[in-house]
Nanobody, 117 residues
Framework: QVQLVESGGGLVQAGGSLRLSCVAS????????MGWYRQAPGKQRDLVAF???????YYDEDVKGRFMISRDNSKNTVSLQMNSLKPEDTAVYYC???????????WGQGTQVTVSS
């Protein structure tokens, strides 16, 4: 089992920045793909970014150039630096960890990000 705990959400004005962090426990993340989804009210949960165990990084087009994902395997953490935030970035952000081979996904509890205009 992998437990994921997110932190760093909050309220920020448009144009501001936030940094989300996710700490994993119960297993090393070294072999896992780690990333972030977000879910706005009334909408589906969408992939924001991920970093794979072999160094691949993906960003959704809506956040490319504004968000940056990073991981520290020694600290079992993954972070999401969010810059130039827009009101449409408002959502609950979920950290996830995907096991290799099985593809099983563990989820964090989510952290609220609210961007005011």
């Amino acid at each position: 089992q992998v437990q994921l705990v997110e932190s760093g959400g909050g309220l920020v004005q448009a144009g501001g920045s936030l940094r989300l962090s996710c700490v994993a426990s119960g297993s090393t993340i070294r072999d896992m793909t780690m990333g972030w989804y977000r879910q706005a009210p009334g909408k589906q949960r969408d992939l924001v970014a991920f970093t794979s165990n072999d160094g691949r990084i993906y960003y959704d087009e809506d956040v490319k150039g504004r968000f940056m994902i990073s991981r520290d395997n020694s600290k079992n953490t993954v972070s999401l630096q969010m810059n130039s935030l827009k009101p449409e970035d408002t959502a609950v952000y979920y950290c996830y960890a995907e096991r290799p081979v099985t593809g099983y996904i563990f989820w964090g509890q989510g952290t609220q990000v609210t961007v005011s205009s």
